[in-house]
């Protein structure tokens, strides 16, 4: 069957970060299915500093000259007002709010012993803080209007692990535990996913600083450039605008995309291992048992914590009942 076509009529979105590689990607595939733009960016270098506004202001331009509609915006996603002045950007030139994509990053990269007070707190701040900032007062205008579509942006660098990055890492893993909590919480109308792209041309996908060893970026370079063609934004904008539709019928998922590969990427355990019997068990008895904990019985994927106690309590029925 040929998937229907997606139109984003009379819809509005906010992309955050839309002056970057991935940010402007978005912001032009959604345009190009009707919907008008709020082009947040605050034009930052990589570390989120020495902004230039008129970066956003080129999107949006670039968005009208092709006949779309787009308003450019230059607050920050750090703070509760540049979240509320994003939103407000939306209603002002718009009227209201469909689709928020949060996409605005920064990076600090250091060795996890290296990295100072400010390195956390200022990625901390972008990728984590924003995403609750900028998504809240749309959250709000959306459950009263009975329709949403928000998409998160988190990583490989934090859901597998990258080296130079436990702040970058711990904030794009935090975004995920926001959008399950913020899943379970939403009516139906309202879509929450989260993508893990991976594009060049793009600059959060190396993590180039005087910090990072030179061997260490030589060789994830090297290791990288295998179907670099396939790493253009494009990939991702084509999965993040089926997110931002009403096409969309999914909500809570993590897409990674990858030399463009799309996968689904999930949480799931296994059934693990019960002790027998009402004795306590010792350090050691877990130890001789962690084959099971680490694998036994089925794989399951519980769509939300009390999901999983529901599942532990099944499995303790069949073992003890
Ligand atoms: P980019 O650096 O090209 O774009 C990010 C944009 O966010 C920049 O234009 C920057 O000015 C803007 N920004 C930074 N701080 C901001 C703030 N406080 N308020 C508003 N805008 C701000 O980065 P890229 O590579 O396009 O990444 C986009 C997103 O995708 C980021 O969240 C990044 O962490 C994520 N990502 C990217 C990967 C890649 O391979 N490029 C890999 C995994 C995740």
Same mark, same amino acid.
């Given at each position: 069957m040929a998937p229907s076509s997606i139109d984003l009529s009379g819809q509005v979105a906010i992309v955050t970060g839309a002056a970057g590689g991935l940010g402007r990607a978005y912001a032009l595939a959604l345009a190009e299915r009707g919907a008008a733009i709020v082009?947040?960016?605050? +034009?930052?270098d990589t570390r989120g500093e020495?902004?230039?506004p008129s970066l956003a202001e080129a999107v949006a331009e670039d968005i009208r000259a092709k006949g779309g509609k787009a308003v450019a915006n230059a607050d920050t996603v750090a703070t509760k007002a540049g979240g509320e002045a994003i939103t407000q950007a939306a209603l002002d030139h718009f009227?209201?709010?469909d689709i928020v994509i949060n996409n605005a990053g920064n990076q600090r990269n250091a060795l996890f012993e290296d990295l100072t007070e400010e390195d956390i707190e200022s990625v901390l701040a972008v990728h984590l803080k924003g995403a609750f900032f900028v998504t809240q007062p749309a959250y709000r205008l959306m459950k009263r209007q009975g329709y949403g579509r928000i998409v998160f942006t988190s990583s490989q660098s934090g859901v597998f692990g990258n080296p130079y990055r436990a702040n970058y890492g711990a904030a794009k893993t935090g975004v995920i535990g926001l959008m399950r909590v913020l899943v379970q919480e939403a009516p139906e109308s309202i879509r929450v996913n989260s993508v893990m792209p991976n594009a060049s +041309?793009?600059?959060? +996908?190396?993590? +180039?600083?005087?910090?990072?060893d030179k061997d260490f970026i030589a060789a994830m370079m090297a290791r990288g450039n !295998?179907? !670099?063609?396939?790493? !253009?934004?494009d990939y991702t904008a084509a999965l993040v605008t089926w997110l931002a539709s009403r096409d969309c019928d999914v909500t809570g998922q993590v897409y990674s995309v990858l030399r463009g590969n799309y996968a689904r990427v999930f949480s799931a355990r296994c059934e693990g291992w019960i002790p027998a019997g009402a004795r306590r068990p010792e350090p050691e008895d877990v130890a001789a048992n962690l084959a099971a904990v680490a694998s036994g019985g089925a794989w399951h994927e519980p769509q939300s914590g009390i999901d999983e106690g529901d599942i532990v309590r099944a499995a303790l029925d069949r073992s003890l009942g």
């Amino acid at each position: 069957m040929a998937p229907s076509s997606i139109d984003l009529s009379g819809q509005v979105a906010i992309v955050t970060g839309a002056a970057g590689g991935l940010g402007r990607a978005y912001a032009l595939a959604l345009a190009e299915r009707g919907a008008a733009i709020v082009a947040n960016d605050l +034009g930052g270098d990589t570390r989120g500093e020495h902004g230039m506004p008129s970066l956003a202001e080129a999107v949006a331009e670039d968005i009208r000259a092709k006949g779309g509609k787009a308003v450019a915006n230059a607050d920050t996603v750090a703070t509760k007002a540049g979240g509320e002045a994003i939103t407000q950007a939306a209603l002002d030139h718009f009227g209201r709010v469909d689709i928020v994509i949060n996409n605005a990053g920064n990076q600090r990269n250091a060795l996890f012993e290296d990295l100072t007070e400010e390195d956390i707190e200022s990625v901390l701040a972008v990728h984590l803080k924003g995403a609750f900032f900028v998504t809240q007062p749309a959250y709000r205008l959306m459950k009263r209007q009975g329709y949403g579509r928000i998409v998160f942006t988190s990583s490989q660098s934090g859901v597998f692990g990258n080296p130079y990055r436990a702040n970058y890492g711990a904030a794009k893993t935090g975004v995920i535990g926001l959008m399950r909590v913020l899943v379970q919480e939403a009516p139906e109308s309202i879509r929450v996913n989260s993508v893990m792209p991976n594009a060049s +041309g793009s600059r959060m +996908g190396t993590p +180039g600083e005087e910090r990072v060893d030179k061997d260490f970026i030589a060789a994830m370079m090297a290791r990288g450039n !295998a179907y !670099a063609e396939r790493m !253009a934004p494009d990939y991702t904008a084509a999965l993040v605008t089926w997110l931002a539709s009403r096409d969309c019928d999914v909500t809570g998922q993590v897409y990674s995309v990858l030399r463009g590969n799309y996968a689904r990427v999930f949480s799931a355990r296994c059934e693990g291992w019960i002790p027998a019997g009402a004795r306590r068990p010792e350090p050691e008895d877990v130890a001789a048992n962690l084959a099971a904990v680490a694998s036994g019985g089925a794989w399951h994927e519980p769509q939300s914590g009390i999901d999983e106690g529901d599942i532990v309590r099944a499995a303790l029925d069949r073992s003890l009942g």
